[in-house]
């Protein structure tokens, strides 16, 4: 049987981010169920890495099922243009006030990329609505950017993401963004600078608040980002905060942005808005940008949309998720897993004599990332990731490291106990080796 599902799989499927030649063959997993995931071949793993960053109350969450299957009965899925339905509107409605800033209106889409998209497509007309839709212009037409960051992988996306390994094969046609650094102590005032400089070109500025994901749990500090948002708001630049990874409890708030002092216009989110379980993107704005839409002139309308936008169950799924955030106090979990992850990373910085040599041990809120010292290339590349996946699975225990970067992001539901295992395990293969 397992074996069928292998063939058949190598048969007819592509995966993501997978090398077929010489691959592993994918685990089969039959079920799911809070943090750990079923093999068909007996065995169970602790997804400590909330299956791509995405699940929030654990797997198969009753509740939710529930809510998801009660609303299928009712409606599954209404073209979202001359129609609209309740779990959007209300949705919208209990979303808007808890984001941090001062949001009225919210888009939706269908995953983390089409938010980022919808993001920059937004910011990018705001300024040709505003200027009177210019043929052609040198004034806020481009979108400043972080090195190193990563918005997903449609083209407007990768365009403002940092060109990598990810992007290469399409840079000829991606569109040129302003790229700065992370800002810290050495670089702000040049930084400052450069956007006084150059701020009238800039229509918008997406950043990763708090944690770069996919660029290797780059985390960096609250303090010269405020700064730098601080600029940016005066250059009036839309800052774009993009809280696909780091929303609904990744850093420790609900919303990475709630430890900065300088809000954003736009917040782009998907991943754990639905708790994980289904397909939704959302992109917040301000009035002011909703604003520069609303006129006779029938050019100046957002013409962007999707099949499934706002899909009934996906919204009825994250509605149910934020009733636990309330009723599962969600929020003690995500406090007690950051004391464990800094009480863990304090361990990990006292080891000597380890087969691994580790640095940058880091911790924010829930996720805790280090980085394995190698030879030979450095990042998503890095053979590592695979070893080191495959050592922890033998163990019990799922981990992706982004090459040498080894990170847990568990759901919010496991346990003390679950927890353990997976530090363990991480001290077994930093320790002994792989
Ligand atoms: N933005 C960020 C910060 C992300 O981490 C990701 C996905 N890892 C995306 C956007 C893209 O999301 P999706 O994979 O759902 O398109």
Redesign the pocket.
């Known amino acids: 049987m397992n074996q069928n599902l292998s063939f058949r799989d190598q048969k007819y499927i592509w995966h993501p981010y997978t090398q077929h030649k010489n691959m592993v063959f994918p685990v089969p997993v039959e079920r799911a169920e809070r943090t750990i995931l079923f093999g068909a071949d007996g065995r169970q793993y602790i997804d400590a890495v909330s299956s791509?960053?995405v699940t929030v109350h654990g797997h198969g969450h009753p509740y939710i099922a529930k809510k998801i299957y009660e609303q299928a009965l009712k409606l599954e899925q209404v073209i979202f243009t001359g129609f609209t339905h309740e779990p959007a509107v209300r949705l919208a409605e209990r979303l808007l006030p808890m984001l941090p800033g001062n949001f009225s209106k919210l888009f939706y889409s269908d995953?983390?990329?089409?938010?980022?998209e919808v993001a920059i497509k937004m910011a990018l007309q705001f300024w040709w609505n505003l200027l009177g839709q210019p043929e052609k212009t040198t004034e806020r037409n481009r979108i400043l950017a972080f090195k190193d960051?990563?918005?997903?992988?449609?083209f407007g996306?990768m365009s403002v993401s940092g060109r990598s390994i990810f992007t290469r094969p399409f840079r000829d046609q991606l569109f040129d963004v302003e790229v700065i650094d992370l800002p810290d102590a050495s670089n702000i005032n040049q930084l400052t600078a450069f956007l006084r400089e150059n701020g009238k070109k800039i229509a918008g500025f997406i950043f990763?608040p708090l944690v770069?994901?996919?660029g290797g749990m780059r985390m960096y500090q609250a303090e010269y980002m405020n700064w730098l948002l601080q600029v940016c708001r005066e250059e009036k630049i839309i800052c774009i905060a993009?809280?696909?990874?780091?929303g609904f409890g990744r850093t420790g708030t609900m919303f990475a942005c709630e430890q900065l002092d300088v809000k954003p216009d736009i917040i782009?989110l998907?991943?754990g808005i639905t708790g994980g379980v289904m397909?939704l993107?959302a992109t917040a704005c301000s009035e002011e940008i909703y604003e520069a839409f609303l006129h006779d002139d029938k050019l100046r309308t957002f013409f962007h949309g999707h099949s499934f936008t706002a899909n009934p169950m996906a919204c009825a799924a994250s509605l149910a998720s934020l009733d636990l955030f309330e009723e599962e106090k969600t929020l003690e979990s995500i406090s007690r897993i950051q004391k464990r992850n800094t009480a863990f990373a304090q361990q990990l910085k006292q080891l000597e004599d380890t087969a691994l040599t580790i640095s940058n041990i880091r911790v924010q809120g829930t996720i805790l990332a280090f980085d394995v010292e190698v030879d030979d290339v450095r990042g998503y590349l890095n053979h590592l990731g695979a070893v080191i996946t495959a050592a922890a699975m033998k163990e019990g225990v799922y981990l992706r490291p982004l090459g040498n970067t080894v990170y847990i992001l568990p759901p919010y539901c496991i346990t003390d106990e679950e927890l353990d295992k997976v530090f363990q395990t991480i001290l077994k293969i930093v320790v002994e080796g792989v």
């Not at 995953?111 to 980022?116: L, R």
């Not at 960051?149 to 449609?154: C, N, S």
């Not at 993009?242 to 780091?246: A, G, H, I, K, S």
Request: net charge negative.
């Open positions: 791509w960053w995953n983390g990329s089409t938010a980022t960051a990563y918005h997903g992988d449609t996306a990763e770069q994901g996919a993009d809280e696909v990874m780091t782009c998907s991943k397909a993107g």
